[in-house]
């Protein structure tokens, strides 16, 4: 049951007077993300690269569904990849339904038979289509390769099954045990099931998290002990008997936290004998790379250029982080001892993150070993440094006071990284720009100079890459460029947002104003109603997440509709602000407030809106309101309740409300490693739990959470609830059955609608009005 009451307590609520007229739903609803995502054409191009490594494929949103499009940039040829209308014909005959042309029910496939045929999925039918002669073979999918890792060679796979790892060729029967000592919670290359995975599905057959080398001979497999760590328990109530689930979850200063490790499996010997068709293939050689110093964290990837072998399968790398983050080593394995050591590393007072928090991709070793190319912030900034094979700094890459991102493309003949860059060229500093440099650190090229966020991908021949750049109110624009100097080859798509007008849609206002110290420049956005009467005051809401690995912003490129588009519809100003503390500026910045995560920016937020207000003088300051979700969630109640004279609703979803009973890894990572002070008792994490602000609350507080919610349990709201009661506070509380972290619903946006209607805006909502989401 979802309502205002938490077991037998009613919050009474006392409605301001209902001056204002009620607002149109319906016209916010048409600004929602998933009703404005059908509204563009050309704003999506995700290059799928082929053989060869310059061609591509990509699935083009038009006016009416979708289009398949083929790109080769060395025969400058671009076309639909197949004809549209003779494989819908082609599937309508196969399955005895009709299907539409424009809106293919698929929106990706795989290449068989050489590229003269596709397959993939509609529903529960595997589809099986020559593009050539267009005719399709329709089956049942009695193969789900989800389960799967498949081999570079595509002849074997590995799944999972009772804790331990199996092998067997691509599509067979008969398996053979690769490993024998998994057990529950500490199994080979699967973690502990998720409680609302296990709600959904009581058997879940989740691919293992192995990487396969190169020669497919060998593979890297990860395995957690978390036999001893306490658990975090669950109940779902919409069962006649209600259902208990756990998981392991270790806090901030536990004891007992998880524990990764690696295994590398020889399968030279299986796999010959499972070729020769021997039955009794031996088991493989299976060594346990013993990571010193202990890693807090295992950082175990294998996309793109931090790929954990080398390209002759005889070394991998991995990176670790220690116990609240504060070392990071990239240590090489050898693949057949299990030897160790390493090659680059950072240490710090506060944390050093690395950039998988920031932007994947973030070092890079050469072939012969003999180079490393490394992320550092050690001088303040986000920088690339090269090591030798001896873990030794030979040089600043790159330098300045502006940060580095993504590693794209190392051309290790020419000695030469193509990588992203932001704040270094005028205009908006969160700009991303893709440049070139050699390792040297000399010869840095700009090599897309449009003043814009670029979203890049690179071809696997490194000859190439697709460049999509749009900004906050500007519509994407995707071309094709060479490598070697940016030059592009072609236009690609260039978005078409007529119909988005037409709904209504008017773009978000970046701004630029002082933090709290005010001197430093802090940047968001602002959404405002449509036909804003400057004599009319509006009361403002804002949008946060507090990051810190993440601003409230989010990304600066094109924004097309969201819930802070459709609150701007009702009536209210909204803004969300990078404040101190996030990312993609200097470490200081970053770290801001390290170790006083009750911070949350806030004050940098009352800062912006003051000097909002008197930019814009029909803002309200009278009538703010907040709202966010997960650390938005804590953060806008710590809001409410830390600043109670300034803030006057807050709606906070699914809220980590005291990081000391949220997952080790965040708080250590941003609060510290939990210290008492012997004199007091108190641990460095108690001044920031919101439940302490109880007795603060003069506003209106809604509070959401799932009570499934295994990433952030719902104890943390109820904790704030039982102090709010104590502190005899009226509150309203909405808890959603069944529901994990996520709480994107129509119900939940309504109600958050509905609440800053009523109490901030002194209105009345329409009653029960329905969101509809849209199908398919």
Known sequence: MIGRAMLALTCVLVALPASAQAPDYSRAERLLGWNTSSLIAGDEVNPRWMSGGNRFWYRNKTGTGAEFVLVDPVRGTKGLLFDHNRLASAMSMANDTAYNPDKLPFSSFDFLRNETAIE?????????????????????????????????????????????????????????????????????????????QLLRNPAPRPRPNVVWSPDSRKLVVSRTDERNVLHMHYISYTSPRPRHFEKPYALPGDSVVALPSLHVLDLTETLAALKADNVAAPAPKNIRVELDPVPFRLSFSSSGLDSLWSSNSDRLHVTTYTRGAKKLLLTEIDAATGV???????????????????????????????????????????????YDRGGNVKNEITTGAWPTGRLHWVDEAKRQIWFIGRGREPGNIYYGFLYRINFDGSGLTLLTPEPADHEISFSPSGQFFVDTYSTIDTPPITVLRRAVDGTIVRELERAD???????????????????????????????LPPNVDPAKKYPIIENIYPGPFVGSVGTWDFKSGGETFSLAQLGFVVVQIDHMGTRYRSKAFHDNYYGNMGDNGIPDHIAALKQLAVMYPFIDLERVGIFG????????????????????????????HDNATYGDYWGETYQGLMTKDPKTGKTNYESQANRLLAGNLKGHLLLMTGDMDDNVHPAMTIQVIDALIKANKDFDFIIAPDRGHGLNEP?????????????????????????RRPTG
């Open 120 to 196: 993939f999925r509609v529903g529960k039918k595997r589809f099986d289509c020559d593009i050539r002669q267009y005719s399709c073979m329709v089956g049942d999918t009695t193969y789900d390769d989800s389960p799967y890792a498949l081999s570079p060679d595509s002849a074997w796979e590995v799944f999972s099954r009772d804790y331990n790892l199996w092998l067997r060729s691509k599509g067979g029967r008969d398996s053979v045990q690769l490993t024998t000592d998994g057990v529950e919670f500490f199994a080979y290359g699967t973690g502990t099931p998720q409680p609302t």
């Open 340 to 386: 160790q050591r390493i090659v680059a590393g950072d240490s710090a007072k506060t944390n050093v993150i690395g950039q998988e928090y920031v932007e994947p991709k973030s070092w890079y070793v050469t072939r012969d070993g003999n180079d490393v190319i490394w992320w550092s912030e050690r001088d303040g900034w986000a920088h690339l440094w090269l």
């Open 497 to 527: 947002i007529s119909r988005l007008g037409e709904a209504g849609w008017q773009p978000a206002q970046p701004f630029r104003v002082k933090a709290r110290d005010g001197i430093t420049d802090i940047f968001g956005l602002m959404y």
């Open 629 to 656: 979700h997960s650390g938005g969630g804590f953060a806008s109640t710590d809001a409410i309740l830390r600043y109670p004279d300034f803030y006057k609703v807050a709606v906070s979803g699914s809220g980590n």
């Open 747 to 771: 119900y939940f946006i309504r109600r958050r609608w509905d609440y800053f209607v009523r109490y901030l805006m002194g209105a009345e909502p329409p009653r029960e009005y329905e969101i």
